[in-house]
Structures are given as structure tokens and as C-alpha cells.
């Protein structure tokens, strides 16, 4: 469900499912300490049972640390099979809470409230939860679906403005992919930023990766396509040492995959001038940061799982609302990423 303050629609959605269990919101500190006496008191008012609690904000909290110090808060609630976990917060929020949920005593139900504009355009939809391992991201996880899905886009009117565009980097993504229609919206919001247009905007992104999801649950096929921009994107991410967030990454490479595209696919330049257009408005930067070698790009390319020898599958953009998996030589990269 995709709209402004949904708290009475959680609600009319519990006794829908003739829900008379316990819940358990799940957030982080950032977000408990704005939303969770609000949420709790709506929920309760209800004549809800609700217990709650937070983890330290941030990705290092993304551990299985912390994921064991929700099963044991879960536990000491003597949480049971029919009763529902909500997640309250940012993709790690998600991430974390959906794969405490999916592994507590083989799985309990749980309801994604997303509060950013990444995690609601997309990790909030799709399922994919996981944990950090020092080795790397999501390297622990499952593939385990919400029961719902409240976007409620008043969430953001206390996100950081950077923070939101750095979401809006996965907006414009799914734009190129479901077509003009689409990315004309996001432009148009760019430029004036209304409310409605915002919601409209998430509602076709959340059914456009819907669309994507459903059709491949589990990651073999369709869904990839979902990577658009992400292997560059990825990369920048990592030699960066994360100091550029995911949605700064993803602008860089979808820069880079229009170059990319325009050069390998042909792909119209005027297709592509739209493009660049689009993304300038978030005044995210979108050129390879000056720090970051053509050698350790292809170098941190070549270790992504989507490599097989010297070549790698991207996905590039035909024309905008045509998209494909094309399967590259490394080498072939090096004339577009420098
Ligand atoms: N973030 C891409 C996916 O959910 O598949």
C-alpha cells in the first residue's frame, strides 16, 4: 500500500487478516527515537499488544550480532509462530528484521514499513533480507516475502535532502527500465517537487519491481535486470571503501551504462542526454571519483559475481524501456571507464 500517514490502514489490514496476536516493531535508533512512541501508541490505541525495540543506526549494525540480539528480544517475548514482526526503518532495518523473521522458529510473518526512499523503491519489496559478514555485504540471507508492505511517503518529510536523492538514483533506475512514461514523472518532480507526484512515482516503481519480482522470485533471470547501473555502480562502491553511499554509486554507474550503452548499443544520444539530464537533478555527482584508478575499477569489476573469466554480464539499455543482459569483454569496458 503506497500513501501519506497509513497507520489506520495497518491497522484495518491486522483485523482484515483477523490478526489478535502480539507484535514486535523492530527499528533503529535514528527512526525509534521519531516515530516509535507515535507508531506504538496508534497500534496499542487499537487494543494492538506491542512491544518494541532498536538497534544502533548504521550498516555495522547489519551483523549477526545484532540479528541474535533480535531473536533473543523475540524469544524473551515468547514471540510465537502466529504472531508479526514489523520493520520500522531504512533497508538495514529491513534487511536485518526480514531475516530475523524468516529463521525465528522456521519463519514468522512480518510487515515491511520502510521510511527512506531507497528502501521503499526498493528493498522493501522483493524479499531479499540478509545480514553482513565481515567478508562482505549480504553475504548471509534468505529469500523470505513480507505479508505487506506500508509505503507511507510521509516517512520522508524528516529524511536528509541527500539522503533522499541518494534514493532517488534507484528511482531513476527503474524509470529507464519500465520506460519515458516514467522517467518524464521523476523529472517533472525534480523540477517541482510536489507530494502527489512523489507518491504516483513510488506506486509505479514499487510495481514495476513487483513485476520484475514475480516473475523471478529467487534471482535466476528476469530480476537481474534489476542491476542496471550496479556492476560499475557496485565497484565504485567498494573502491571507494564505502565512503560513497549505494545510491551516490548507482548514480555514477548509471552515467557510466548510458555511456556504456550509447557506445556498445547504440542506444539514441538524445535517449541518453534525457538521461543525464534526469540524473544532474539530484545534484548527486555522477563522474568516477579522481581517487579511483581505470586498474581498480576493471580490477574490483573482474571480482564481481557476474564475471566469468575476462567477460561479465551487464545490463545494458537499448533504448529507454528496453533493456538486456549483454555479456561483455573486460577489456571492451576500459574504453568507457576511466
Ligand atoms: N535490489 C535488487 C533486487 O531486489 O533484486
Known amino acids: ?57 548504521g550498516e555495522e549494525s547489519k551483523t549477526l550480532k545484532t540479528y541474535e540480539i533480535i531473536i533473543k528480544f523475540l524469544l524473551m517475548n515468547k514471540m510465537g509462530r502466529n504472531d508479526i514482526v514489523i520493520a520500522l526503518g531504512g533497508g538495514v532495518t529491513g534487511d536485518l528484521t526480514g531475516f530475523a523473521a524468516a529463521t525465528y522458529m522456521r519463519g514468522i510473518r512480518y510487515i515491511m514499513i520502510p521510511t527512506t526512499l531507497l528502501s521503499m523503491v526498493d528493498s522493501s519489496v522483493g524479499g531479499k533480507t540478509a545480514v553482513d559478514m565481515p567478508e562482505g555485504k549480504n553475504l548471509v540471507g534468505t529469500f523470505y516475502q513480507p505479508i505487506a508492505v506500508f509505503e507511507d511517503i510521509s516517512y520522508l518529510n524528516t529524511l536528509d535532502e541527500k539522503i533522499f536523492m541518494q534514493g532517488m538514483a534507484e528511482v531513476i533506475k527503474t524509470g529507464i527500465l519500465k520506460g519515458k512514461d516514467l522517467l518524464n514523472l521523476i523529472s517533472d518532480y525534480l523540477d517541482e517537487r510536489k507530494s502527489d507526484t512523489l507518491e504516483d512515482i513510488i506506486f509505479e516503481c514499487v510495481l514495476t519491481k513487483g513485476e520484475y ?26 573502491c571507494s571503501r564505502y565512503t560513497l553511499s549505494h545510491g551516490e554509486a548507482v548514480a555514477i554507474g548509471l552515467n557510466q551504462i548510458t555511456m556504456i550503452s550509447e557506445g556498445i548499443e547504440k542506444m539514441p544520444h538524445e535517449e541518453g542526454n534525457l538521461i543525464r539530464n534526469i540524473l544532474s537533478k539530484t545534484g548527486l555527482g555522477l563522474d568516477i571519483p579522481d581517487n579511483i584508478s581505470q586498474d581498480m575499477l576493471i580490477d574490483a569489476i573482474s571480482y564481481d559475481k557476474k564475471c566469468d573469466h575476462d567477460k561479465i554480464d551487464i545490463i545494458v539499455i537499448r533504448s529507454i524501456g528496453d533493456c538486456s543482459v549483454k555479456r561483455v569483454a573486460i577489456d571492451d569496458l576500459k574504453a568507457y571507464v576511466r
Open 1 to 57: 500500500m503506497v500513501g501519506s500517514d497509513l497507520k489506520e490502514e495497518l491497522i484495518a489490514y491486522l483485523k482484515s487478516i483477523s490478526f489478535n496476536g502480539k507484535i514486535a516493531v523492530i527499528s533503529d535508533s535514528n527512526v525509534a527515537g521519531l516515530y516509535m512512541g507515535d507508531f506504538r501508541r496508534a497500534l496499542t490505541d487499537a487494543g494492538l499488544t506491542v512491544v518494541t525495540m532498536e538497534f544502533p543506526a
Open 213 to 238: 519480482v514475480s516473475e523471478d522470485e529467487f534471482d535466476k533471470g528476469k530480476r537481474k535486470m534489476l542491476n542496471l547501473g550496479h556492476t560499475i555502480g557496485h565497484a565504485v562502491e567498494s
